[in-house]
């Protein structure tokens, strides 16, 4: 029973994050969901060696730490560098996930013959279905981890295009004379 809580409340969480994103970030959501529309294959690679070079990078920096004597300064610094790689894929988790959860939402609600499903449904959606998959023992942690990369890699995208949009702005409509 305290597993089916744990998961009822990731789900939540992951809802309201993704909620989140989606109120607060909009045009960042918009712009993330342009980039999963135009070449998510681009967007997952990135991701995939963001998140491969930020576990060599913690891993070599462990190996480094366990090296250091118990009083060398340097070991508090290097494990500090580790966390700061923690958080900082996690804050790039955070601000991705719900572009991520609005794309794999309206793509299942669109499976069921939802025409425009809102982005709130898309994210409730994504989110209930997205602890569920990863915990599928053969396939589920390989599709968890694509979501992942996509999610992360969309944000690196647009960290590394110096936020610049995805797609530029359409212009406004010309008036008749």
Do not use: K
């Given at each position: ?57 913690a891993f070599v920096l462990g190996a480094a730490t366990q090296n250091q004597p118990e009083d060398a300064p340097a070991r508090g ?70 979501w992942l990369a996509t999610t992360v890699g969309a944000v690196v995208h647009r960290l590394l295009e110096g936020g610049q949009p ?12």
């Amino acid at each position: 029973m305290e597993g089916l809580i744990g998961l009822l409340s990731l789900c939540v969480t992951l809802t309201a994050v993704g909620l989140v994103d989606v109120a607060l970030f909009r045009g960042l959501t918009a712009d993330y969901m342009t980039l999963f529309r135009r070449g998510e294959r681009g967007v997952g690679v990135r991701g995939a060696l963001t998140l491969a070079g930020a576990a060599l990078l913690a891993f070599v920096l462990g190996a480094a730490t366990q090296n250091q004597p118990e009083d060398a300064p340097a070991r508090g610094v290097l494990q500090v560098l580790i966390v700061l790689v923690g958080l900082l894929l996690g804050l790039a988790f955070l601000v991705g996930y719900g572009a991520t959860a609005w794309s794999v939402g309206e793509r299942v609600l669109q499976a069921f013959g939802v025409a425009e499903p809102h982005p709130g449904w898309c994210v409730l959606t994504a989110s209930l279905l997205i602890p569920s998959v990863v915990w599928i023992p053969v396939f589920g942690w390989a599709l968890g981890l694509y979501w992942l990369a996509t999610t992360v890699g969309a944000v690196v995208h647009r960290l590394l295009e110096g936020g610049q949009p995805a797609a530029a702005p359409e212009p406004p409509p010309q008036q008749g004379n």
